[in-house]
């Protein structure tokens, strides 16, 4: 190879790797809010959102007291409601793929909607409810006492360890990995474990000197999520990288915490309480992100956030987007956070399009 093909090559890497900078090289932005408007007199609740910015939730209308909730996606600035299955009463989606295809649960009975169909999925017998959905299409959840997966809509029971009474799975990676939870025999506060399954094998996760724990989420790195809570009532969030534990970092000393969603950035939000007087009761509520084990409360680095109180996030995507709901001058309402680049990163994303600009000129005088 000659000099001039590889100074050639060598602009060019230069300019990917500056790209590559450009893109990751700060993890966590800077973002705008946008209010996801579902009209006068009433807001969204949002449960999760996918990688298109499609966000699935619950528009709730009329006046405190009467409220009407109607299970709903939002894309683009409109809503569009989810229907009852037939006999449904009381609908909550729960989990959305890449295709559009909602999960939840409606008057104990698992669906399915996509392309404005609801449809029931299979079930040994109530209640049932599904809870994720990943991008093939298998959905997971529950059928009473036993965590179940739908594959091309038929049920099957996942393995169920001996020394548990009941079982849920609760998510699912593109490689199949389902995460979930299980009770300990006993009333209704017996202990909680975390629980993954990878093929035909579970397992029960780490969780310390904790006293109830599940897991809510996994990442296409495998990476699961969920939280804990200690004998004195305590939460904290949590994340497990195979087998290994680690405790996500509180805001404050006086908060607990959950984790609800991470990407396959290993970007992770939830909810944080900073109690403010235990004996009452009473906490102040706010999203919080976590990049790695470092917590940030998200109302801190949102540029336009005059007005608002972000309290919990529910769901993040891979292009950093986030949603939750919060209070908007003093009312309810649901938020997405879009991630704001930096002005050095687009410094640098401009010198990488000049230098692979240039390598192109050169190529082409020579050609000619």
Same mark, same amino acid.
């Given at each position: 190879?000659?000099?001039?093909?590889?100074?050639?090559?060598? /602009?060019? =890497?230069?300019?990917?790797?500056?790209?590559?900078?450009?893109?990751?090289?700060?993890?966590?932005? /800077?973002?705008?809010?946008?209010?996801? $408007?579902?009209?006068? @007199?009433?807001?969204?609740?949002?449960?999760?959102?996918?990688?298109?910015?499609? &966000? &699935?939730?619950?528009?709730?209308?009329?006046? +405190?007291?009467?409220?009407?909730?109607?299970?709903?996606?939002?894309?683009?600035?409109?809503?569009?409601?989810?229907?009852?299955?037939?006999?449904?009463?009381?609908?909550?989606?729960?989990?959305?793929?890449?295709?559009?295809?909602?999960?939840?649960?409606?008057?104990?009975?698992?669906?399915?909607?996509?392309?404005?169909?609801?449809?029931?999925?299979?079930?040994?017998?109530?209640?049932?409810?599904?809870?994720?959905?990943?991008?093939?299409?298998?959905?997971?959840?529950? $059928?009473?006492?036993?965590?179940?997966?739908?594959?091309? #809509?038929?049920?099957?029971?996942?393995?169920?360890?001996?020394?548990?009474?009941?079982?849920?799975?609760?998510?699912?990676?593109?490689?199949?990995?389902?995460?979930?939870?299980?009770?300990?025999?006993?009333?209704?506060?017996?202990?909680?474990?975390?629980?993954? %399954? +990878?093929?035909?094998?579970?397992?029960?996760?780490?969780?310390?000197?904790?006293?109830?724990?599940?897991?809510?989420?996994?990442?296409?790195?495998?990476?699961? &999520?969920?939280?804990?809570?200690?004998?004195?009532?305590?939460?904290?969030?949590?994340?497990?990288? =195979? $087998?290994?534990?680690?405790?996500?970092?509180?805001?404050?000393?006086?908060?607990?915490?959950?984790?609800?969603?991470? @990407? $396959?950035?290993?970007?992770?939000?939830?909810?944080?309480?900073?109690?403010?007087?235990?004996?009452?009761?009473?906490? *102040?509520? /706010?999203?919080?992100?976590?990049?790695?084990?470092?917590?940030?409360?998200?109302?801190?680095?949102?540029?336009?956030?005059?007005?608002?109180?972000?309290?919990?996030?529910? =769901?993040? @995507?891979?292009?950093?987007?986030?949603?939750?709901? =919060?209070?908007?001058?003093?009312?309810?309402? #649901?938020?997405? *956070?879009?991630?704001?680049?930096?002005?050095?990163? *687009? %410094?640098?994303?401009?010198?990488?399009?000049?230098?692979?600009?240039?390598?192109?000129?050169? /190529?082409?005088?020579?050609?000619?």
């Amino acid at each position: 190879m000659n000099r001039l093909a590889l100074a050639r090559l060598s /602009r060019l =890497g230069l300019a990917a790797s500056l790209v590559t900078f450009t893109l990751s090289a700060h993890a966590v932005s /800077r973002y705008e809010v946008q209010l996801i $408007d579902v009209g006068s @007199n009433a807001y969204f609740t949002p449960q999760a959102l996918n990688d298109q910015g499609l &966000i &699935i939730g619950a528009v709730n209308s009329g006046q +405190q007291g009467s409220t009407t909730r109607t299970a709903a996606v939002w894309s683009g600035g409109a809503w569009q409601a989810i229907p009852h299955v037939d006999g449904g009463f009381h609908i909550e989606p729960h989990g959305v793929n890449n295709a559009g295809q909602v999960v939840g649960s409606d008057g104990g009975q698992a669906f399915i909607w996509q392309a404005g169909s609801t449809q029931k999925l299979s079930a040994f017998g109530p209640p049932s409810g599904a809870r994720a959905i990943n991008d093939s299409g298998v959905a997971v959840g529950l $059928d009473g006492s036993q965590a179940i997966q739908w594959t091309n #809509g038929t049920a099957q029971a996942l393995q169920r360890p001996a020394h548990l009474s009941s079982v849920q799975a609760r998510g699912i990676n593109e490689s199949g990995v389902i995460v979930g939870v299980g009770r300990l025999p006993g009333p209704a506060e017996a202990p909680t474990v975390a629980l993954r %399954w +990878q093929g035909e094998q579970v397992s029960q996760l780490a969780q310390g000197d904790a006293v109830h724990a599940q897991a809510t989420a996994v990442n296409e790195a495998g990476t699961v &999520i969920g939280h804990a809570q200690f004998a004195d009532g305590r939460e904290q969030a949590a994340r497990w990288d =195979g $087998d290994s534990l680690s405790w996500l970092a509180q805001l404050s000393p006086k908060a607990t915490s959950r984790a609800l969603g991470i @990407n $396959d950035a290993g970007l992770i939000v939830g909810q944080s309480k900073i109690w403010q007087d235990l004996a009452q009761g009473t906490f *102040l509520s /706010r999203a919080t992100l976590w990049e790695g084990t470092l917590a940030h409360d998200l109302s801190d680095w949102v540029d336009n956030g005059e007005g608002w109180t972000l309290s919990a996030a529910m =769901g993040i @995507n891979a292009s950093g987007q986030i949603v939750g709901v =919060g209070l908007y001058q003093g009312k309810r309402a #649901g938020f997405i *956070l879009s991630p704001v680049p930096e002005p050095t990163s *687009l %410094w640098m994303l401009g010198i990488g399009i000049a230098v692979v600009g240039m390598a192109g000129r050169h /190529r082409a005088s020579r050609q000619h």
